[in-house]
């Protein structure tokens, strides 16, 4: 075996384990909200030895790393637009209701017909202004 199959295979067996630490992280923010009675160190004691498993047994979790590698991939793809939809929907839709309920107008649309300035008529094109 050359160095470079060994670094190869310790880099796939890392990245099998560390697909497996997601939920535990998830069940650790869990138990810090109190939603699940489990104490966030024992998570903490819990993620080394959930790496470990995944690196020593990288064929028992083959697949389950290839099902997150697809969610990664597809929720990738499609993150900026979440993103952006979060934000409009959590942050410019309710400050539009909020500004309309306090009657505050931030583009004048009260004026009717066009919103063109009329000119003042200034002479020469050397003068514009």
């Known amino acids: 075996m050359n160095p470079p199959s060994i670094a190869r295979s310790l880099r796939n067996r890392f990245v099998i384990g560390a697909s497996l630490l997601p939920p535990v992280a ?13 104490s966030p160190r024992t998570c903490l004691v819990v993620m080394p030895l959930i790496l470990g498993l995944g690196m020593l047994f990288p064929g028992a979790f083959e697949s389950w790393h290839r099902w997150i590698s697809r969610g990664q ?13 979060g934000v409009y929907g959590l942050v410019v839709i309710p400050l539009a209701f ?6 505050q107008r931030p583009i004048d649309l009260s004026r009717s017909g066009t919103s063109w300035v009329r000119s003042k008529g200034y002479g020469s094109l050397r003068d514009p202004f």
């Open 73 to 85: 991939a597809w929720l990738g793809g499609r993150l900026v637009f979440l993103l952006l939809v």
């Open 98 to 103: 909020l500004m309309r309920g306090l009657g």
């Open 26 to 38: 998830l069940l650790m923010i869990a138990s810090r909200w109190g939603w699940v009675p489990v």
